[in-house]
Antibody
Framework: EVQLVESGGGLVQPGGSLRLSCAASGFTFRSYWMHWVRQAPGKGLVWVSR????????IYADSVKGRFTISRDNAKNTLYLRMNSLRVEDTAVYYCTREGMAARFVDYWGQGTLVTVSS | QSVLTQPPSASGTPGQRVTISCSGSSSNIGSNYVYWYQQVPGTAPKLLIYKNDQRPSGVPDRFSGSKSGASASLAISGLRSEDEADYYC??????????FGAGTRLTVL
């Protein structure tokens, strides 16, 4: 069974940093591209970032480019999202998601971790 | 605003058939697969339809997807109370980003 378990969310002040982690199991993690998607309270889903299977290629939404860094450790079956210079508008539930094989978008989702940026 | 356009709400009575539309452009729906997700408030989204019209195992055949040009639609037949949720369409965009619709809140009357 595919499982994606996020951790690392919490309350942080504007301008602060946070690192989210996503522990993957139930599939061959090193073979899959991965994404982060976020959802502000009461709002819709917004794509954040994507990383390819070996971590050599990453892309970001314009709203987070230069502030967020996606990475992965295939030996630990773990995906990361380093978030710097956090803004109030970054407050959201962050979902770790897997891209299906030859699919070009996501199939499985984690349960999400809440990031709150507030003073 | 969202890149993909969905109606904000839809409704139907038990047993009815409802459809939810999703409109995009040549750079997303027009040239890439469409995905549909169901989200019950307070829970994570769940994949409902992938690659335009494919159902993952475990998704009832009451749910079906279609695509034509730069538009897509999700149909739910034999509506049930447990179908009440938010539904999102999504696709990859050739500008190298993922794009979602704003979501459609389905109410079962």
């Amino acid at each position: 069974e595919v499982q994606l378990v996020e951790s690392g969310g919490g309350l942080v002040q504007p301008g602060g940093s946070l690192r989210l982690s996503c522990a993957a199991s139930g599939f061959t993690f090193r073979s899959y591209w991965m994404h982060w998607v976020r959802q502000a309270p009461g709002k819709g889903l917004v794509w954040v970032s994507r990383i390819n299977s070996d971590g050599s290629s990453t892309i970001y939404a314009d709203s987070v480019k230069g502030r967020f860094t996606i990475s992965r450790d295939n030996a630990k079956n773990t995906l990361y999202l380093r978030m710097n210079s956090l803004r109030v508008e970054d407050t959201a539930v962050y979902y770790c998601t897997r891209e299906g094989m030859a699919a070009r978008f996501v199939d499985y989702w984690g349960q999400g971790t809440l990031v709150t940026v507030s003073s | 605003q969202s890149v993909l356009t969905q109606p904000p709400s839809a409704s139907g009575t038990p047993g009815q058939r409802v459809t939810i539309s999703c409109s995009g452009s040549s750079s997303n729906i027009g040239s890439n697969y469409v995905y549909w997700y169901q989200q019950v408030p307070g829970t994570a989204p769940k994949l409902l339809i992938y690659k335009n019209d494919q159902r993952p195992s475990g998704v009832p055949d009451r749910f079906s997807g279609s695509k034509s040009g730069a538009s897509a639609s999700l149909a739910i037949s034999g509506l049930r109370s447990e179908d009440e949720a938010d539904y999102y369409c999504a696709a990859w965009d050739d500008s190298l980003s993922g794009v979602f619709g704003a979501g459609t809140r389905l109410t079962v009357l």
